[in-house]
């Protein structure tokens, strides 16, 4: 893993196994810790899921009844929606360690928890994204703000296909 802090995801009642392989897929890619899922739709639609890269493996995906009280007591719990006051993405300053809640895909967020939320954020788009579009932007976001040494060389190599050898040269 590359990033500083840790960064974990909890998805409020997600209703789609393809989204939630893509969070995975996502959290795996940016070096998320963990993901929680509340609810009982997922659950019902997993037999469906598919995890290309067995990140299943090596980040738990985890059913919880509340987020309340789930983050350790140094991450910050910052909730990702489209809500009135939110911080817009390109302000926001993460936090080093970070309990990530993101709302359903046809939903909001609980205002109970969003009261507890040490910070609100939004990404600002016309309309919504949907809920894997999302966590990838924010980790994203996340990663490209740290203060980071990288051997990109390195990072391209062990990141890419097995099949793919392509070599840039600038002109």
Do not use: W
């Amino acid at each position: 893993m590359y990033t500083t802090g840790s960064a974990a995801i909890a998805l409020c009642n997600p209703k789609s196994p393809s989204n939630v392989g893509a969070v995975m897929r996502a959290a795996g890619c940016y070096g998320a810790s963990a993901i929680y899922y509340s609810g009982t739709r997922f659950q019902r639609a997993a037999k469906y899921h598919q995890d290309t890269r067995d990140i299943n493996k090596q980040i738990p995906l985890t059913a919880v009844d509340s987020f309340t009280g789930l983050g350790a007591p140094h991450q910050k719990l910052i909730c990702v929606e489209l809500a009135e006051g939110a911080v817009p993405l390109p302000d926001f300053v993460h936090p080093q360690d970070a309990l990530y809640i993101f709302g359903p895909e046809d939903g909001s967020i609980e205002q109970s928890i969003v009261d507890l939320a040490d910070a609100v954020v939004y990404v600002p788009t016309i309309g919504c994204m949907n809920l894997a579009a999302t966590v990838n932007v924010l980790l994203y976001d996340r990663l490209a703000k740290q203060n980071r040494e990288i051997d990109h060389g390195k990072l391209i190599k062990q990141s890419r296909d097995v099949n793919n050898r392509l070599v840039y040269k600038s002109p």
